[in-house]
């Protein structure tokens, strides 16, 4: 099943629920979600998230959730999907004692399901658990996961994400969730997620100054936990764009470019066919997991291409930003620096 007939079948369901629950007035219901109607939606919740205060207000009536799902689901699926696929699933055909494996998901935040949707692409799960607030996201997203994927048991919980009890799971997925409360109980939930974490955390931010300065506190957090860190650092030492004096405009964070097709350009009202979606992540792994970080380096920006050498920043495993410098008499590196991307690992 692909990205955008899973959305379409989403929202499909998500249509006949409100309907079937909303007062017998079908001119008013389809007036609530006309295009037009669902496009002002949409613009008013970018609103409140640019304005900072969208774990206080939340979703404010149907035509929000229905427009965030079309807006968002792409994005956010791009940006799982992408670190999933390059810093996880590599390890699944190389482990020998099956110690990469995921079978069992909790889903923290879930909203709509798109990290569970990503995850599944990857892995086969006999068992999701998806905590989600907004009942309406969650309930909608359980109905099509179980008619599109019946080998899995789902077990959705509506209330509980701030109970900081939750059952223990191979993959952990924050995506998206923990700059929507306040900082206190988001090192509180996140703590309770690294409890819950036998294999894999994987947690996601929007790619801002401001959360990554709360994802630095994260990234202690589990490092005083003893949790191993698999990406996007190369190291557990303090990372050098916290203490760095010039790095006013630095913070540690990645883009994923992604087409815009059909719903998703016109509720955007964007006149390009794709959009870079910014995010910052971490993922680390149970103390139990065997993982060796190598002499790798992450690639902090956009490479400069010249002639006859490419210059990159990185941040090495030595725990310092370097600058780069690949010349094209050393072929093999070269030829590897050429196609390297913001955000890839420098092995050389």
């Given at each position: 099943m692909d990205l955008h007939t899973f959305i379409d079948e989403y929202v499909r369901t998500f249509v006949q629920r409100y309907q079937s629950v909303a007062k017998p007035n079908g001119g008013a219901r389809e007036?609530?979600?006309a295009p037009h109607l669902?496009?002002?939606?949409?613009a008013d919740l970018s609103q409140r998230y640019r304005m900072a205060d969208a774990y206080a207000n939340g979703f404010q009536n149907i035509p929000?959730?229905?427009a965030y799902v079309q807006a968002r689901f792409p994005a956010t699926y791009a940006v799982v999907d992408h670190i999933l696929k390059t810093e996880l699933v590599p390890h699944l055909n190389v482990d020998p004692k099956n110690m990469y494996s995921v079978?069992?998901?909790?889903?923290?935040?879930?909203?709509?399901?798109?990290?569970?949707?990503?995850a599944l692409q990857h892995f086969d799960v006999s068992h999701v658990t998806m905590v989600e607030q907004t009942i309406p996201l969650l309930?909608?997203?359980t109905t099509v996961f179980r008619q599109n994927f019946p080998k899995t048991t789902y077990v959705d919980i509506s209330d509980s994400l701030y109970k900081v009890i939750f059952p223990t799971v191979d993959l952990v997925l924050l995506s998206y969730v923990l700059t929507e409360m306040p900082e206190s109980k988001a090192l509180s939930v996140y703590e309770a997620?690294?409890?819950?974490?036998?294999?894999f955390n994987l947690m996601i931010l929007p790619g801002t100054p401001a959360a990554f300065r709360l994802l630095l506190n994260l990234r202690a957090l589990a490092i005083d936990k003893g949790y191993t860190i698999m990406a996007p650092c190369p190291h557990a030492k303090v990372c050098p764009l916290s203490v760095k004096e010039d790095a006013v405009d630095e913070w540690c964070h990645f883009r994923k470019r992604l087409d815009r097709i059909g719903f998703h350009q016109d509720i955007k009202q964007g006149s390009l066919g794709y959009e870079d979606e910014p995010y910052c992540y971490l993922l680390v792994a149970n103390p139990a997991v065997v993982y060796e970080q190598g002499d790798d380096a992450r690639v902090i920006q956009s490479p400069q291409k010249r002639s006859g050498h490419v210059l990159v920043d990185v941040c090495a495993s030595s725990g310092v930003i370097e600058e780069?410098?690949?010349?094209?008499?050393?072929?093999?590196?070269?030829?590897?620096?050429?196609r390297l991307k913001w955000g890839d690992l420098l092995v050389i």
């Open positions: 007036k609530s979600l669902l496009k002002g939606a949409y929000e959730m229905i079978d069992t998901i909790l889903d923290l935040g879930a909203g709509p399901g798109t990290a569970t949707f990503a309930q909608s997203a997620s690294l409890k819950a974490t036998t294999k780069r410098c690949v010349s094209k008499k050393n072929k093999s590196a070269y030829v590897q620096a050429k």
